[in-house]
Structure formats: structure tokens, C-alpha cells
């Protein structure tokens, strides 16, 4: 779609070039979703693409992925072996609303930035424990954890001008077991539930509620926990009222998938906890 309220589009070198920000301004990574639509309060475009940042580093510390990664390049990253949950990088690209197409423009900073409950990008970096690095216009950066990134229904924690610049995937995340569990009322369709669960050596246990909620739902144990222990503590982490109803399930619809999907979940790692 052409933006016909656009006057101009900055390219800048680095982000510092910015200087002040003010209203009209909109960052420009894949644009995705920015000319899928009008934005009469848009008139000026700064696209990110020349700020040169790798779209993935993989280090001994975790994986850095850059706000300007493409989903396509996400897919087909090669993790290293030890990185047992690197799977989840390929179900949750494949769990976005999107055709191959949109995969080599979309980024992974603008789904997560675009705060809508089925954004599978916020489903990954949360269910991994991913840090998120903010610049903020003229102020030293700030990391935030994912799980606390978005606030709500395209809602979250940045400021005017603030600029995401990177998730960090923890080394210990990737190196923990793993179970996915979706459901959509169409094939290849948004997601009404996307709950991801990890387990760690020691036994610690997480689970994260997408999809199905406004925003993420995290839910820890120190072990295995029983079934009944598990549907307590969604009820305590999720009051009836508190899941996300539209046009693709119902409150009641998706209180039922997250129940469902996580004692599917329980039942898998505890299995897969067990061993040989």
C-alpha cells in the first residue's frame, strides 16, 4: 500500500543520527504490517535496513537475534547440537500467519514489537527466557526481559522513539527439553493457543501461555509438577476473565486449549525427564 501521508524516509548509519523524536516519525524494518494499512499519522519513514546489524550471532552465552532479523533467516539458522529446544525456532516461525514470502521480509523485531497475542515471535523469545535490549532516543540502553516486553493486546514497554535492538536466547534455555503445542480454527491460521514448555536438568519447570492471553503467561516449578498442581496454578496465574477472546476462539474456547495442551505438555517432559 502507498503511504501517501509519508513525506520522507531517513536511512540513517546509526541510530544516533535519529536525534529527536517526535510525532510523525515510525521506524521501517520489513513494513510488514506499516504499509499493509493507512498511517495518516505517519509522515516521515526511518528505515533501519542500513544500520548493518548481524541477524544472528551465536555465541557460548546464547543466541543474539537482531529486531531486523528476517523470519526466513531465523528458519534456517543451524544450531549447534547442544542446543536441544532449537526446534522451537522453526515451530514458531511456522506458526505465524504468513507465506514463505512474507517470511523474507517480516522481521523478528516487528512481530514482537506489534504486541498482538498470537505474535509466535513473543511466543519464542519468552518461552526461552529472552532478553530484550531497548535503545531508548539519546539514553543509555536497558534490557528487559521478554516476558515482561508486552503489556497487552498491541501494547507493551516501549517508549516514543525507543528502538528494539536485539533478543537474547540464554545458552541455558536452548539447552533445555522441550514441548510445543498450537491450535488454530484454520489450517496455517493465527494461532488461538500457543503454549510452550521447558524443562531443565535439575528438573525446573516452566510453562508460558500464549496466544490464548492478552500477553504472556509464565508459570514456574522447581520440579516436575502433578497434574493437579499444574491446572492450580493456571487458575492462579489466569482468572477466567483473563484470556483473549476474538474471532478466532472464544474465552471459554481457549481457557479449555491451554488446559488441555498443558497437561499435554506436563505429560511429555515428564516423560522425557525420566531418561533411559
Known amino acids: 500500500m502507498n503511504l501517501n501521508t509519508v513525506r520522507s524516509v531517513h536511512r540513517p548509519a546509526s541510530a544516533a543520527e535519529v536525534g529527536h523524536w517526535r510525532d510523525g516519525y515510525a521506524w521501517l524494518a520489513g513494513g510488514t504490517w506499516l504499509f499493509s494499512e493507512p498511517q495518516p499519522s505517519v509522515d516521515t519513514l526511518i528505515d533501519l535496513e542500513r544500520l548493518g546489524w548481524p541477524a544472528l550471532e551465536a555465541t557460548e552465552a546464547g543466541l543474539?537475534?537482531?529486531?531486523?532479523?528476517?523470519?526466513?533467516?531465523?528458519?534456517?539458522?543451524?544450531?549447534p547440537e547442544?542446543?536441544?529446544?532449537?526446534?522451537?525456532?522453526?515451530?514458531?516461525?511456522?506458526?505465524?500467519?504468513?507465506?514463505?514470502?512474507?517470511?523474507?521480509?517480516a522481521t523478528v523485531g516487528g512481530n514482537i514489537c506489534m504486541s498482538l497475542p498470537a505474535g509466535a515471535m513473543i511466543s519464542l523469545v519468552v518461552g526461552l527466557e529472552g532478553i530484550c535490549t531497548l535503545w531508548p532516543p539519546g539514553g543509555e540502553p536497558r534490557e528487559v526481559p521478554a516476558a515482561s516486553f508486552v503489556t497487552g493486546n498491541h501494547a507493551?514497554?516501549?517508549?516514543?522513539?525507543?528502538?528494539?535492538?536485539?533478543?537474547?536466547?540464554p545458552a541455558s534455555a536452548l539447552k533445555k527439553q522441550f514441548a510445543?503445542?498450537?491450535?488454530?480454527?484454520?489450517?496455517?491460521?493465527?494461532?488461538?493457543?500457543?503454549?510452550?514448555?521447558?524443562?531443565?536438568?535439575?528438573?525446573?519447570?516452566?510453562?508460558?501461555?500464549?496466544?490464548?492471553?492478552?500477553?504472556?503467561?509464565?508459570i514456574r516449578f522447581a520440579e516436575d509438577p502433578s497434574a493437579a498442581s499444574l491446572r492450580a496454578a493456571i487458575d492462579a496465574a489466569i482468572a477466567p476473565s483473563g484470556y483473549f477472546s476474538d474471532v478466532h476462539g472464544t474465552a471459554a474456547y481457549k481457557?479449555?486449549?491451554?488446559?488441555?495442551?498443558?497437561?499435554?505438555?506436563?505429560?511429555e517432559l515428564a516423560r522425557a525427564g525420566v531418561g533411559p
Not at 156 to 169: D, F, H, T, Y
Open 64 to 79: 543474539d537475534i537482531a529486531a531486523t532479523c528476517r523470519v526466513a533467516e531465523l528458519y534456517h539458522f543451524v544450531a
Open 180 to 218: 510445543v503445542r498450537r491450535a488454530s480454527l484454520t489450517h496455517l491460521g493465527r494461532s488461538a493457543a500457543l503454549l510452550i514448555g521447558t524443562r531443565g536438568a535439575a528438573g525446573e519447570w516452566l510453562l508460558t501461555i500464549t496466544a490464548a492471553t492478552p500477553r504472556p503467561v509464565q
Open 156 to 169: 507493551n514497554v516501549l517508549a516514543p522513539g525507543e528502538l528494539l535492538r536485539k533478543i537474547r536466547l
Open 255 to 267: 481457557r479449555h486449549l491451554s488446559y488441555h495442551f498443558a497437561e499435554e505438555i506436563r505429560a
Open 82 to 105: 547442544e542446543w536441544i529446544a532449537a526446534p522451537l525456532l522453526r515451530a514458531c516461525c511456522e506458526a505465524l500467519l504468513a507465506s514463505f514470502k512474507i517470511w523474507n521480509t
